[in-house]
């Protein structure tokens, strides 16, 4: 049964650290939640470590880069975990081969090209054109208002090719202020429903997590999983990945489920718990916004 709460700080004193989504969270493509970001500080200030653990296809660097254009201040997390960074470790490592077809906005996403310390003898990428390509490497696409069936062709043509989709950002949708776009999942998704195959590395799935993990260690913690909080608006991505890493959840409804869950300030409840049936996925907690 998934408990309805009022603050983080009814509960933030049985977590060590949190395992916090970004966009629908702590801000909404545009501007910062400041509710959120203060509730981060205070859990901060209490001794809580704050990683914040994002779909975003960008590197950890791009990502710290790009907060303080939505007014996140630094001072409201401790570090970083992208899909992003997960996704560009298998493609140097050979993932989807050598020469690939790129999906995405070039001028926003061009930072997943850049080259990784960590990674020894990595591949050699450069960009192909799908006929000549080895495997997909998709940041998302090309344009997040357009109609899906724009990219079937391409994806046709992979499939036909047996080629590979490196999925960036697990995301099928997300809402920029009031706009909702299309992500790098929901290009994956159409892959997969034609036949072909798509890799996957941010939430729900494992990869990120252990980056997480690696993270908070690295600034010094080794927090028992019992007491690993991990909070977000996606159902499917933040509190399933929760779910499949056995770690507790608080579920932010007034983000992408608002009109299911029918949030205006909290969640109704008769309304949380049929959404929460629907999708045969049970956060911990919820709350309407993180405050």
Same mark, same amino acid.
């Given at each position: ?7 983080? $700080? ?8 949190? =395992? ?8 909404? /493509? ?22 914040? @653990? ?15 254009? =939505?007014? @996140?201040?630094?001072? +409201? ?6 899909? /992003? ?13 050598? !020469? ?7 001028? *926003? ?7 990784? $310390? @960590? ?18 490497? +998709? ?19 992979? !499939?036909? !090719?047996?080629? !590979? ?7 099928? #949708? ?26 996957? =590395? ?41 779910? /499949? ?9 007034? /983000? ?19 959404? #929460? ?7 911990? =907690?919820?709350?309407?916004?993180? *405050?």
């Amino acid at each position: 049964m998934t408990r309805i709460i009022n603050s983080l $700080s009814e509960i933030s004193a049985n977590y060590d650290t949190l =395992f916090v989504d970004l966009w629908g969270c702590v801000h909404n /493509g545009i501007t910062a939640f400041d509710e959120a970001v203060a509730a981060l500080r205070a859990y901060r200030a209490g001794g809580g470590l704050v990683v914040l @653990v994002t779909n975003s296809p960008k590197p950890r660097a791009g990502v710290a880069e790009q907060l303080p254009q =939505f007014d @996140v201040p630094s001072d +409201c997390y401790d570090t970083i975990a992208s899909s /992003g960074d997960s996704a560009r470790a298998a493609m140097f490592t050979g993932a989807v081969g050598s !020469k690939v077809f790129f999906m995405g906005e070039w001028h *926003r996403d061009e930072g997943f090209f850049e080259p990784m $310390s @960590v990674i020894d003898a990595p591949v050699d990428i450069t960009r192909a054109p799908v006929a000549e390509a080895e495997g997909i490497v +998709c940041c998302g696409p090309f344009d997040p208002m357009a109609d899906p069936e724009t990219w079937r062709a391409d994806l046709l043509m992979a !499939k036909q !090719k047996g080629l !590979k989709l490196l999925c960036a950002n697990p995301d099928i #949708i997300v809402d920029r202020g009031e706009t909702r776009e299309w992500c790098a999942g929901a290009v994956a998704r159409m892959y997969t429903e034609m036949g072909g195959e798509s890799l996957y =590395f941010g939430k729900p799935h494992p990869p990120i997590y252990d980056l997480a993990r690696r993270r908070m260690q690295a600034e010094g913690r080794s927090t028992p999983e019992g007491r690993i909080l991990a909070i977000g608006d996606g159902i499917a991505t933040d509190i399933k990945g929760a779910l /499949g890493e056995d770690i507790d959840s608080l579920f932010i409804t007034g /983000g992408l489920a608002r009109e299911e869950t029918q949030t205006r300030t909290q969640p109704d409840p008769d309304a949380l718990d049929r959404y #929460i049936q629907s999708e045969q996925i049970t956060p911990t =907690f919820a709350i309407g916004f993180l *405050r």
